[in-house]
T-cell receptor
């Protein structure tokens, strides 16, 4: 069964460092998303991406964040200068069309120390 | 602004009992509603999707209802098993994104 895959599963980084979280969405999907979940809190929307551009972003998604689809299969989230409060589980999701079933990856646990 | 609430926050039942999980949302202009399962430290597994035009969706022991006008959805899990122990999240798709509730943590005791 097709699935969304994320790498790495766990990343530890020092405050101020740049990190890139990687995702391979399901191959025929056109809509891509990043969400995050701080420990003990709700899953929060970060950004959606369609047709090689951002279609929606939340207030959390400030200038420190960027997304890219560098080739036909990968979808990345970059955090330029990490802060302690960026520690969270980051989930990538994809869907074939907007508003139909979204499939999530297993997440990348980011720990900023 | 869409707010999604799940009650109760936690639930413990003996094996074999039916589970009833509630989800409410404040803005009825939703595209769909999706129920997920999350195991500790793990990803989100999609259980059921109900389109805004549907009233109900079933998959095996799971049945989800949607009353868009009153802003409510209920997930029923029949004949619960210890393997059903997890956190169940509901999420509504509106304004281009999924907005999640905080989840109901379920424990099914043998």
């Amino acid at each position: 069964e097709p699935e969304v895959t994320q790498t790495p599963s766990h990343q530890v980084t020092q405050m101020g460092q740049e990190v890139i979280l990687r995702c391979v969405p399901i191959s025929n999907h056109l809509y891509f998303y990043w969400y995050r979940q701080i420990l003990g809190q709700k899953v929060e929307f970060l950004v959606s991406f369609y047709n090689n551009e951002i279609s929606e972003k939340s207030e959390i998604f400030d200038d420190q964040f960027s997304v890219e689809r560098p080739d036909g299969s990968n979808f990345t989230l970059k955090i330029r200068s990490t802060k302690l409060e960026d520690s969270a589980m980051y989930f990538c999701a994809s869907s074939e069309e907007q508003g139909i079933e979204a499939f999530f990856g297993q997440g990348t646990r980011l720990t900023v120390v | 602004k869409q707010e999604v609430t799940q009650i109760p926050a936690a639930l413990s039942v003996p094996e074999g009992e039916n589970l009833v999980l509630n989800c409410s949302f404040t803005d009825s202009a939703i595209y769909n509603l999706q129920w997920f399962r999350q195991d500790p430290g793990k990803g989100l597994t999609s259980l059921l999707l109900i389109q805004s035009s549907q009233r109900e969706q079933t998959s095996g022991r799971l049945n989800a209802s949607l009353d868009k006008s009153s802003g409510r959805s209920t997930l029923y899990i029949a004949a619960s098993q210890p393997g059903d122990s997890a956190t169940y999240l509901c999420a509504v798709f509106s304004w281009g994104k999924l907005q999640f509730g905080a989840g109901t943590q379920v424990v099914v005791t043998p």
